[in-house]
Structures are given as structure tokens and as C-alpha cells.
């Protein structure tokens, strides 16, 4: 697979403009995904606002190998931040998610209210890269829908602050970003999960990607979702063989684009395993 870069101007706009905002917020919750728990961090997040009360959330986790995730979650524990893996459909999530913002959030209100600032609102960014349920998050807490959600990477453009009620102000942000990543394996990772657009890269490369993690750490449901009785093939015969068994067939022959779109939109929909990228809990 080629070198993948991916930074857009109105990325680097966004990062100077969330970075502009630090100051004016009580909790950050940075959002991830449950898949690759590691990997789909942006390290410049990293850097921001390290005083700041910070919320992990590593969404989709309904589609999320479940022994992984008790293994990252474990690991985790070991930090100062607060972490919660949350399927965003699920109200119960919904809840414990708010009310960890509340109680993170409540300790700036004290210390503004002794300055003798009455604010009541607890002011909340929110920031991750494309495609992991910002605004889906937004949604949900806002109780009614006022964020464009689309499964598209880059799919918000602008800031927006959101008065959800008396309590809560949001922030939603557009998904950044690195200019680009020095550890390639990381990138790929997030090609295969959609948040790179797939315009940028052959989907080809991306399902023999796909094909190659799935034999190692998934064989079983690979052979049991396709019906194949036999992985040790070159990923071009599996993949024919995948589109002979579905039937997709064009002029008597095996549909290759289709039968690859199949397999990528299976794979990112956990149709073929619950799975997770990141297996080195570092």
C-alpha cells in the first residue's frame, strides 16, 4: 500500500480553531474508536490543554472484539483519565457518558462560583478524527437532532456550539486529521475503518489489507461468514472465490469490484467479526 497523506486546508483551519477554544472549555471528551482504540487517537490531541479535564470515549464498541476491549480497558486504568467504551445507540451509554461530564465538569463551576462568576453551564469540546460519532454523541445528548451525521469522513466543516440545556454547552468539531503518519501500519488502520476517505486509496489494497488481518486473528469467521473451506490461497483466488459463492457474477465472470465492496462494507460493519486493530495494549 502507498505512503497515505491526508491533511485538507479546512483541517488545518479546524485544528488552529479548536485550539483557539481551549480555553473557554471545562471538559474535553475525545472520542475514538473501540476497533482500534490506539490508533485512531490523533497524536496532536495529545498536546492539547493537558490541565484540562479529559473524557475517553471509544465508541462502537457493539462492533468491537469484546476480550480486546477488556484488555484495553484494563490497561487503561492504569491512567489519571477517565475512560468509557459506549455503543452511541445505546441510552444506557448515553447516560453514563453525561454524567461523567457532569462530574468532571462540576469542579471548574466550583472554582469559577468562588471567584464570584455564577456560571451554571458546563462548557464541553468535543474532538476526534472523522468518522468515530462526534455528532452522533451530540445528538444523542441534545435529545433531538441538530448536527448533520453522515458516515463520511470530513462530513463537518465548521465549529458549532450548542446550548443543550441549562447545564451544558458542546462544542462539535470537524473530524482532524495528522498531516500525516510517520507509522504507516497506523494509517492503514484507519483506511480500513473508513476514517481516511477511501477516494485516496484503491480498494483493493485496503480488502487484501482486510483479508491479511482477518486469516490471522479472525480465520474462523472469515471461513464461516464466506464458506471457504480453505484460507491457504492468495488473497486474489479468496476473493474470487468469495464473489463465486455470493453469486456475484458480470458476463459469466466473477465481479471483482463488487465482490471487494461487499467484503470492506462487511468488515467495517461487523458483519464478519467483531474485531480490534490495535493487539499491543501500549
Not at 495529545?46 to 479529559?54: M, N
Request: include cysteine; hydrophobic fraction near 40%.
Amino acid at each position: 500500500m502507498k505512503d497515505i497523506h491526508w491533511f485538507p486546508g479546512h483541517m488545518k483551519k479546524a485544528l488552529n480553531n479548536i485550539e483557539s477554544k481551549l480555553k473557554l472549555v471545562d471538559v474535553i471528551v475525545e472520542i475514538l474508536d473501540a476497533r482500534a482504540p490506539k490508533s485512531s487517537r490523533n497524536f496532536l490531541f495529545k498536546e492539547f490543554a493537558p490541565s484540562k479535564k479529559r473524557l475517553f470515549v471509544f465508541s462502537k464498541k457493539d462492533l468491537a472484539d469484546e476480550i480486546m476491549m477488556k484488555n484495553w480497558a484494563f490497561a487503561m486504568t492504569k491512567t489519571q483519565n477517565t475512560v468509557i467504551f459506549a455503543d452511541l445507540n445505546n441510552n444506557n451509554d448515553i447516560k453514563n457518558i453525561i454524567k461523567n461530564i457532569e462530574t468532571l465538569g462540576q469542579e471548574n463551576l466550583k472554582k469559577d462560583y468562588e471567584k464570584g462568576l455564577k456560571r451554571k453551564a458546563i462548557r464541553v469540546l468535543i474532538i476526534g478524527i472523522p468518522n468515530v460519532g462526534k455528532s452522533t454523541l451530540i445528538n444523542r445528548i441534545i435529545g433531538k437532532k441538530k448536527v448533520n451525521v453522515e458516515n463520511r469522513p470530513g462530513k463537518t466543516r465548521s465549529e458549532q456550539w450548542i446550548k443543550v440545556n441549562e447545564r451544558f454547552e458542546l462544542l462539535d468539531t470537524p473530524g482532524v486529521l495528522p498531516m500525516n503518519y510517520e507509522d504507516q501500519d497506523v494509517a492503514k488502520k484507519l483506511a480500513m475503518l473508513g476514517s481516511i476517505k477511501e477516494s485516496i486509496l484503491p480498494i483493493s489494497n485496503l480488502v487484501d489489507e482486510i483479508i491479511n488481518f482477518l486469516k490471522i486473528y479472525y480465520p474462523l469467521a472469515l471461513k464461516e461468514k464466506y464458506h471457504l473451506d480453505n484460507l491457504d490461497l492468495a488473497n486474489a483466488n479468496l476473493i474470487s472465490q468469495i464473489g463465486l459463492n455470493r453469486g456475484f457474477l458480470l458476463k459469466g465472470q466473477v465481479d471483482i469490484v463488487r465482490t471487494e465492496a461487499t467484503i470492506l462494507a462487511d468488515f467495517r460493519n461487523g458483519k464478519i467479526a467483531k474485531i480490534c486493530l490495535d493487539r499491543l495494549l501500549d
